[in-house]
């Protein structure tokens, strides 16, 4: 059975801790490998090895540091095919998916490429007297970060491609069910020129996360995950005296005004309710028809598209989705559309039967169409991620806008209709961090920054873009003078610019 080994100091390193967790193949249900748990000690020594790269890496000048990332996007785009291959068989997500996984990473590396330009600071001449100011942006030192399984290439490279591009070393704790990905890109990394210790990762679970949240040398933490994971990481590294952000759970809606290109809708629905088996945070797992009419006809049209969806192993090129990540995630989706049965609402498909000849024992399962849900129930409410659509109505815009604002989650909304003035309005009002205007799923790209709202995001400092930069940077303000040849005495007041 395949050993997947920790990353630290430069090196592949066998676990020690004698706990370890399947990693499964979920097309087949084959346990693949096993994931080594880190003990305390393995993490400590991560943070050790990232703590002694620091001062010789945070000292490279960033175009320096801009070259290694230069050379890391070109070793990732090289190695694209195996990456997205590795991951699909660990997450199960099909390979064209796996692929976009990978890219979207990279395109996090791209931006990071930039680092020179992104860290010059601001500067002031002649702010008084023979006096300048100037501001700069320095590394934090220790950085880590925790990804949960849905991305593991993107959400790893959200912030270690920022994190070290700043001068920061960092240690990724990654997904216990499926780091294969990430502990190459660490290898990747080293490869592009990154020195040792710099880029570390270590598999485990929560005893390598209190380990981290507790060291006093990690300076700032980056979480994403489900929310209530996010919140405890939230508040112990908060008093633990770190900086922290700490993205949750969501449950986006897609607003469809009667206005709408209804073709249109339907296309994008099945692709953001169903893709990646519906394991996305910014998937769509509920529309919201305005009137009962557009309802009736949203339905109508949706019922054989979920009906002929084509569910398979991650290696076919004509499935729409592949396996859920794992039995266990599976039960917890099926037994959702149970909950959603009992709680009254309408399975206008049912995926729950679904199984693959020849793949009996992957994790698949149908998808799943649920029409008339309401704001009460427990399928509304909370999080499913799988690939179960609900249709929730509503009468008007102002009752549609309702839902997502006042939803617990914050983190994407759509709406989509051809009136300019009700997509403005709804884009300046909707309580929610990112908003999708006749786009299914709203991610803003490397350049600009990705976080929610509300119990979608703990902290208050996205990720990438300008955001992760100050994020993994403190701010030095410098007020200078240098003799003017006047002495003015001591002064004992505050100085001002009267
Ligand atoms: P998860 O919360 O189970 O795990 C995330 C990370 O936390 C993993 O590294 C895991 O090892 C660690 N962890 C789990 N339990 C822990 C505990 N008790 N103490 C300390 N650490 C613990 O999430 P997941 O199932 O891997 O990922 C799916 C979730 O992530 C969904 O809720 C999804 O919405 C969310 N997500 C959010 C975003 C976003 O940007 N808002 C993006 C992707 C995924």
């Not at 070393?169 to 997904?175: A, M, R």
């Amino acid at each position: 059975m395949r050993e997947i080994q920790h990353f630290i100091n430069g090196k592949l390193v066998a676990g020690t801790s004698g706990r370890t967790l399947d990693v499964y193949n979920p097309s087949t249900g084959e346990v693949q490998a096993k994931s080594p748990l880190a003990s305390a000690d393995e993490v400590r020594s991560a943070i050790d090895a990232a703590q002694k790269a620091f001062p010789a890496w945070s000292a490279v000048n960033p175009q320096r540091r801009a070259r290694v990332m230069f050379k890391f996007k070109d070793l990732l785009e090289q190695n694209m095919d195996d990456l997205a291959a590795l991951l699909s068989s660990e997450h199960g997500k099909v390979l064209a998916d796996a692929k976009g996984d990978v890219q979207r990473g990279l395109e996090v590396i791209e931006f990071a490429c930039g680092i020179p330009h992104l860290l010059k600071g601001e500067y002031t001449q002649g702010a008084g007297p023979g006096i300048d100011m100037y501001s700069m942006r320095q590394p934090l030192g220790v950085v880590a970060g925790i990804t949960p399984f849905n991305f593991p290439a993107m959400i790893p490279m959200w912030m270690f491609g920022v994190a070290v591009a700043c001068g920061n070393t960092f240690v990724c704790k990654p997904s216990e069910k499926d780091p294969s990905v990430p502990v190459r890109l660490a290898e990747l990394f080293m490869e592009a020129g990154g020195p040792e210790g710099v880029l570390n990762v270590v598999t485990g679970d929560k005893e390598a996360v209190d380990t981290i949240l507790t060291d006093p040398r990690v300076k700032a933490v980056s979480f994403v995950g489900s929310s209530a994971i996010a919140q405890y990481i939230y508040e112990t590294g908060a008093a633990n005296g770190k900086r922290v952000q700490a993205m949750g759970g969501a449950k986006n809606h897609a607003i469809i005004m009667p206005d709408a290109d209804l073709d249109r809708v339907v296309d994008d629905l099945i692709g953001a309710g169903y893709g990646s088996a519906g394991e996305r945070c910014m998937a769509i797992p509920v529309a919201v028809p305005v009137t009962k009419a557009v309802g009736d006809e949203l339905v109508k049209r949706l019922i054989p598209r979920v009906e002929e969806l084509r569910v398979g192993p991650s290696t076919d090129p004509d499935a729409d989705f592949g396996p859920m990540v794992t039995a266990e995630h599976r039960a917890k989706v099926l037994g959702y559309v149970d909950i959603g049965v009992k709680e009254g609402a309408d399975l206008v498909v049912d995926g729950r039967g679904f199984s693959l000849q020849g793949y009996e024992d992957g994790f698949y399962m149908g998808g799943c169409l649920f029409d008339n849900v309401t704001t009460k129930m427990d399928i509304y409410k909370e999080e499913i991620f799988g690939p179960v659509l609900s249709i929730a109505r509503a009468d008007d815009f102002e009752q549609a806008i309702a839902m997502p604002s006042t939803h617990q989650y914050g983190n994407g909304v759509a709406i989509y209709t051809r009136d300019g003035d009700a997509a403005r309005e709804f884009a300046d009002r909707v309580n929610v961090g990112m908003v999708g205007i006749n786009v299914p799923i709203p991610v803003p790209l490397a350049y600009h920054t990705f976080g929610g709202w509300k119990r979608s995001a703990f902290g208050d400092t996205n990720q990438h873009g300008p955001e992760g930069v100050k994020f993994y940077t403190k701010l030095k303000t410098v007020t200078s003078r240098w003799p003017t040849g006047v002495r003015e005495g001591s002064s004992f007041v505050i100085p001002t610019m009267k």
